[in-house]
């Protein structure tokens, strides 16, 4: 399928309803659309070439949110198809302005009836941000098979972590995972500072812009050209997004994911029996360096991070479990039990980040109620490992299970 030229108005029968005008406009002309406002240079670029139409009145009207019926004229004037698709939705009429567009939706995939209940589209109804994530998870799948695949690994990954707010405060079905993942992984849609995806959020016209560039962007690419949706899928498939974040390499037999979730004893004191669940890496001594560097970095690093202080270290961010054999279990007796280099006693130093994520993690004020005799707990860490040229590392679990990583 080709790409067309995109256009952010709807392709209404009449102007009454959108008051659409002047082909040759562009964001300049906007009377409410500023040089300084965020989406400036997103309009522009779509408008520079007389892509963009505005209102009647001269406006952009960019906050106004976007309706299904909109999304779907948008959607459709992306792809040179002429396949379509008969709709049976009682409240799309037969002279529905965007009724073509919702026609071509359903053949080429991005929208799929069965998601519509009693025959009902609802033309009109402002879209969730997760549900234009599924339409456009489903366009990058109709364009390229290789996004379908992608989307059910993170779908059904194991060890599958999004970094999102939703993926430990709750929010987000897991039946979206995919959808969700295939928007972070290639940038099209993103969280927001407070680290949420705003899953039952709307989406406003300036938004849609960008988004809409994204996307263009997005389908002249391979899967793989994306970094941010290779880390995706190796965490959802091992727990770990080692080899995809980082130069280290595997040092010896075996792979993270078979150790995943296995004993460790703190056989020095008898304190508990530790596992490890899930090793991020993230390259950076700068929080500028460590955002460009991984798609997890938002998730555990803020301007408060103690991050590595050079090039020879890294920052390392362990999910890990305990099961405490002891009464009250003290700082002095973690530590001092520890015989794996990768479970430590420091928790995530951000607290802000702890909090706008819903991460659990190991604070020195909760130690004497944390853990509790005989119940596992998890919990995030947070230190820095060697990362110098030649270093190797690894661990055995208690049943022989092992893990070896060396810089390459």
Do not use: C
Request: net charge neutral; charged share 25%; proline share 1%.
């Amino acid at each position: 399928m080709k790409l067309k030229k995109l256009f952010l108005t709807a392709a209404v029968l009449t102007t009454t309803s959108f008051g659409i005008s002047n082909l040759e406009a562009n964001a300049q002309t906007f009377s409410d659309l500023k040089s300084n406002h965020w989406a400036y240079n997103s309009v522009e670029q779509v408008s520079k070439n007389g892509l963009v139409t505005g209102y009647q009145d001269g406006s952009f009207k960019p906050s106004n949110h976007v309706t299904r019926a909109e999304f779907a004229t948008f959607l459709s004037r992306l792809f040179d198809s002429k396949v379509r698709k008969p709709e049976a939705f009682t409240d799309v009429s037969e002279t529905h302005w965007a009724k073509d567009a919702i026609e071509e939706g359903l053949a080429l995939g991005f929208i799929l009836e069965s998601d519509y209940k009693n025959n009902k589209f609802e033309p009109n109804k402002i879209m969730t941000r997760q549900e234009i994530a599924k339409w456009l998870a489903n366009g990058l799948i109709a364009s390229n098979a290789e996004y379908g695949e992608i989307a059910s690994t993170i779908q059904n990954g194991k060890y599958t972590l999004l970094p999102i707010a939703e993926m430990y405060k709750g929010g987000l079905n897991k039946s979206e995972y995919g959808n969700v993942g295939l928007m972070l992984g290639t940038g099209i849609m993103s969280g927001f500072e407070d680290g949420s995806f705003k899953t039952t959020g709307n989406t406003t016209r300036a938004e849609i812009a960008t988004i809409l560039i994204r996307f263009e962007e997005a389908m002249k690419k391979k899967p793989t050209d994306f970094k941010g949706l290779n880390e995706l899928v190796e965490v959802a498939t091992t727990g770990t997004n080692v080899f995809s974040a980082t130069k280290y390499e595997l040092w010896g037999e075996g792979d993270f994911a078979t150790t995943i979730g296995k004993a460790n004893k703190f056989s020095r004191n008898n304190a508990g029996v530790g596992t490890i669940e899930r090793i991020i890496f993230v390259e950076g001594t700068t929080l500028e360096a460590a955002l460009k560097n991984s798609i997890y970095a938002k998730m555990f690093i803020g301007k408060n991070t103690r991050l590595a202080p050079d090039k020879d270290l890294i920052n390392m961010y362990v999910e890990t479990g305990f099961t405490s054999n002891l009464d009250k279990t003290t700082v002095e007796a973690y530590t001092n039990g520890i015989v794996n280099s990768f479970i430590v006693n420091t928790g995530i130093s951000d607290k802000s980040v702890v909090k706008n994520y819903g991460l659990t993690s190991l604070d020195y004020e909760n130690w004497g109620v944390f853990f509790k005799k005989g119940q596992k707990v998890n919990f995030w860490t947070e230190s820095w490992l060697d990362y110098s040229q030649g270093y190797s590392n690894g661990f055995t679990t208690d049943d022989g299970s092992r893990f070896g990583l060396q810089r390459k």
